[in-house]
């Protein structure tokens, strides 16, 4: 015979009809010889019978129309209302600082690309510049040798949105067209800003070291 | 019959024969009709679902209608493919999660010990008068009772009982919506339980109810 304590862990599964013929009879065969655990499990079918057995609640005639008179409402204000209250931008300074960063980052944006063309973009002062989102990533995204000899902006490139010191060489127009974004896109990351996403209290994920097989001189390297 | 304006060149079937998720297809390309059935379908569910958690029927068919409104607004986001009440109950138990948490913010939810002392109050009350015992027990008094036990459940446990137990989720489903390991789910619903049957226990116990 099973024990009580086994009995009671399939007092749920046992609920739920998820129980297996033969998990089922010795359960079975478990009440027949323990009172206690049989009073246990009927009182816990009966708790969740009067749960289930709660009356639902009459809704108003008009409720259907009352929804989509309110969407309609909101949609017509351009979803204003949604968004604040959401998450992180429900707190009203911290839109500010979000709508701030973005304005920010904008008004960088423009003065990068209202430099004269064939001037080499002076990264060195630009990652000073009071636009924190896309700034902190120039110095990572352009190693300052690459930089120094960095020619012209492409024209292809010039009417995207503005971003700081992306290594530009000389190659023609429609070789960096057929270039994908990279990881350091800086569109993308000014997106990230602009995203009404809901932001969750979570464990940080630790950093995890990348694990290299080296041994003496040699390095295995697999794509 | 008019053409279908989900799948251009076929007729337009009944409405109340479509499923949930071909309704929300059509009320994405703004089928109104198609919104107002989905709508129809769920309504009570959904303010039985909420006025269980907050254990208040008087916002929750406001926050019902929240939940459709943002159904609406979200309509093309909702992704085909994925089960429609599943989305549904996610934004309703997201929206109820955050009505707690205002109410604890602002303390005008009545507070845990509070209720607790009413369910004691009335557990005595029926426990001591065996001789007063009514064959009858009102029907909403004892829904009371219950809807106060479930109310005094700690969040995540309420949750999912109410999602489980009331509403009929898999647990598969809870887990998606709560984002959470079909484990957790599991334990956190046998929790609940066992919690609320302890709490309903002089109620159980006694002869001529059940």
Redesign the interface.
């Known amino acids: 015979m099973i024990s009580c304590e086994r009995a009671q862990s399939l007092?749920?599964p046992g609920?739920d009809d998820e129980l297996s013929v033969a998990e089922r009879e010795s359960l079975e065969q478990h009440f027949a010889g323990c009172l206690p655990c049989r009073r246990?499990y009927d009182?816990?079918a009966?708790?969740?019978?009067?749960?289930?057995g709660?009356?639902?609640?009459q809704?108003?005639g008009d409720?259907?129309t009352?929804?989509?008179a309110?969407?309609r409402r909101?949609?017509a204000e351009g979803?204003r209302g949604?968004l604040i209250t959401r998450g992180w931008f429900a707190h009203p300074a911290r839109l500010a600082i979000a709508a701030a960063l973005v304005v920010a980052a904008g008004v960088s944006g423009l003065l990068v690309s209202s430099r004269p063309q064939g001037e080499a973009p002076r990264v060195a002062q630009q990652v000073t510049a009071p636009a924190p989102v896309v700034a902190t990533q120039a110095p990572v995204a352009t190693p300052p040798s690459t930089l120094a000899s960095a020619g012209p902006v492409s024209p292809a490139r010039s009417n995207a949105t503005p971003t700081l010191a992306r290594p530009e060489r000389n190659r023609p127009a429609e070789v960096y067209g057929a270039i994908p974004d990279s990881l350091f896109d800086h569109t993308a990351d000014v997106e990230l800003v602009l995203d009404p996403v809901t932001l969750r209290k979570e464990r940080g994920r630790g950093y995890t070291p990348v694990q290299t097989t080296v041994k003496g001189e040699q390095a295995s390297i697999t794509f | 019959m008019a053409p279908d304006p989900s799948r251009p060149g076929e007729p337009v079937p009944p409405i109340l024969s479509l499923s949930d998720e071909d309704l929300m297809a059509r009320a994405a390309l703004d089928d109104t009709k198609a919104f107002t059935e989905l709508v129809r379908r769920y309504q009570t569910r959904v303010v039985h679902l909420v006025s269980r958690l907050l254990n208040d029927r008087e916002v929750s068919e406001d926050i019902a209608q929240e939940v459709f409104v943002r159904v609406h607004l979200h309509r093309r986001n909702y992704r085909t493919g994925s089960k429609f009440s599943t989305w549904l109950f996610t934004i309703a138990a997201n929206l109820a999660k955050n009505e707690m948490r205002r109410r604890k913010r602002r303390r005008n939810w009545s507070s845990l010990d509070e209720m607790q002392e009413t369910l004691k109050d009335a557990s005595l009350q029926f426990a001591d008068k065996k001789s007063n015992r009514q064959e009858d027990l009102e029907r909403e008094q004892l829904s009371g009772v219950v809807g106060e036990a479930i109310a005094t459940l700690p969040d995540r446990y309420r949750i999912a009982l109410v999602l489980r137990d009331i509403e009929g989720l898999a647990y598969e489903e809870i887990g998606l919506a709560l984002k959470i390991p079909g484990g957790t789910v599991r334990s956190r619903i046998n929790r609940a339980r066992l919690m609320l049957k302890r709490k309903l226990e002089p109620w159980l116990r006694r002869d001529d109810i059940g």
């Open positions: 007092f749920g609920w246990d009182e816990l009966r708790t969740l019978e009067l749960v289930q709660l009356p639902r609640p809704v108003s409720f259907a009352r929804v989509l309110e969407a909101r949609e979803g949604l």
